[in-house]
């Protein structure tokens, strides 16, 4: 029944999860909450997310605090406090800090499965950095299950 499925969280409460996530990323309704139709996560950008595309999924977000600057297709966009940006699957991004403190945002995957994603990522731990940069080679392996792929160097 849908009345089963209600959450309602507390200021600073996060949703369980498989693993713990760093204090960066707040998970508010996961993917089972919702039964696969979206997740919605509160998310400090600390550290640059590079160029990417979600080829099953859209990403919407919404900055809450700060300065967020989006990497959309070949082109520059600043986001205030207040923006907010849908990112079709399909076409190339970037999200990047642009304020300090970082921005904060809040970040809607449908269909869902950005948490069970953050989740690997944070298991797989070290190894999936160089020089304290997200490595896209290594990533990739990875986010390949959540239909997720980091553009590589050449």
């Excluded at 950005?114 to 080679?137: C, K, M, N, S």
Aim: aromatic share 8%.
């Amino acid at each position: 029944m849908s009345q089963d499925r209600f959450v309602l969280l507390e200021p600073g409460a996060v949703r369980p999860g498989r693993i713990p996530l760093p204090p960066a990323f707040a998970v508010k309704a996961t993917t089972d909450d919702t039964e696969g139709r979206f997740s919605v996560l509160e998310v400090t950008l600390v550290q640059d997310i590079p160029r990417h595309v979600h080829r099953h999924a859209d990403e919407c977000v919404y900055v809450l605090d700060g300065v967020l600057e989006i990497e959309f297709d070949d082109r520059r966009h600043r986001a205030p406090r207040g923006t907010f940006a849908l990112l079709p699957r399909g076409v190339p991004h970037a999200l990047r800090g642009a304020s300090d403190p970082p921005p904060r945002v809040l970040q809607i995957s449908s269909p869902g499965g950005w948490e069970r994603y953050l989740e690997d990522l944070i298991e797989a731990g070290p190894a999936v950095f160089t020089e304290g940069r997200l490595d896209p080679v290594k990533v990739n392996p990875i986010v390949a299950k959540y239909h997720i792929g980091y553009e590589e160097q050449s």
